[in-house]
């Protein structure tokens, strides 16, 4: 559903990215996995049209995204949760989370609602309390959750483990294959690579800028060498 080839983008003058390439099928979890700096966040926002690729080209279901703006992709269900979460700081978790249903019918939108308060019960139960009294995990979980409200069938996340402990990590990466069970998409943005590759069906290191290897999950995860060179596990 998603095909990125040989994409080069960068900020003003400086290149960022050299000849991206990465597919992503239906019902996957993809994970791209790197060193900070790598490009990451980069490649996301290239996706969701943020930035415009210098070259190469970007499909979304057989159809360029290039020249799309990002409330388009939106619409089409491309849907990017932030490295940042972008949250409402002084709004509640309810009002948040309907801020992400924008482009949605109201019957949508109270569907939606029902599903994201119960795959994360902690927004349910705290639904009514503003967003910056959050700790890390519970405004990540509410980020992800106002993705969800716009109904992705392809949901991009940007280092959602970011500020989490071991034990919540492990809660959030369960909650994104419940997310891909529902049949929901998910490009898995993640600098800790370990946990990342241990849910991802497949996944892509990045290196100053280009992908430079794939495999499976468990491939990436099981090689020696891809191990010591590019996870520094
Ligand atoms: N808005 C920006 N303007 C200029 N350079 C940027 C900007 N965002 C990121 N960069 C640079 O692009 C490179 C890749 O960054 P990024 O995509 O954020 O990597 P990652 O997400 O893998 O840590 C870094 O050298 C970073 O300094
Ligand atoms: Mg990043």
């Not at 940042?84 to 019918?105: K, P």
Request: with cysteine; glycine share 12%; proline share 3%.
């Amino acid at each position: 559903m998603l095909k990125v080839e040989k994409v080069c983008a960068g900020y003003g003058r400086m290149q960022i990215l050299h000849d991206v390439d990465l597919t992503l099928g239906e019902g996957e979890i993809v994970a791209l996995v790197g060193a900070n700096g790598a490009g990451k966040t980069t490649t996301l926002r290239a996706v969701c049209g943020q930035i415009r690729p210098t070259a190469g080209t970007i499909t979304f279901d057989g159809a360029p995204t290039l020249g799309r703006r990002p409330d388009e992709l939106v619409r089409d269900g491309l849907v990017h949760v932030p490295e940042d979460r972008a949250l409402f700081g002084t709004l509640t978790v309810e009002e948040n989370l309907r801020m992400g249903a924008w482009t949605r019918s109201h019957a949508q939108a109270e569907t939606a609602l029902r599903e994201v308060l119960e795959l994360f019960p902690v927004l349910a139960e705290r639904r009514g309390q503003v967003a910056q009294t959050f700790s890390g995990g519970q405004q990540q979980m509410l980020a992800i959750g106002r993705a969800l409200m716009a109904g992705p069938r392809l949901l991009m996340l940007d280092e959602p483990s970011t500020g989490l402990s071991p034990k919540l990590t492990w809660a959030m990466l369960e909650a994104i294959e419940r997310i891909r069970d529902g049949g929901v998409s998910v490009l898995l943005v993640e600098q800790n690579a370990k946990q990342a590759l241990a849910i991802a069906d497949r996944a892509y290191v990045l290196e100053s800028g280009s992908t430079v290897l794939h495999g499976t999950g468990a491939e990436l995860a099981g090689s020696a060498e891809v191990r010591k060179a590019y996870l520094g596990l």
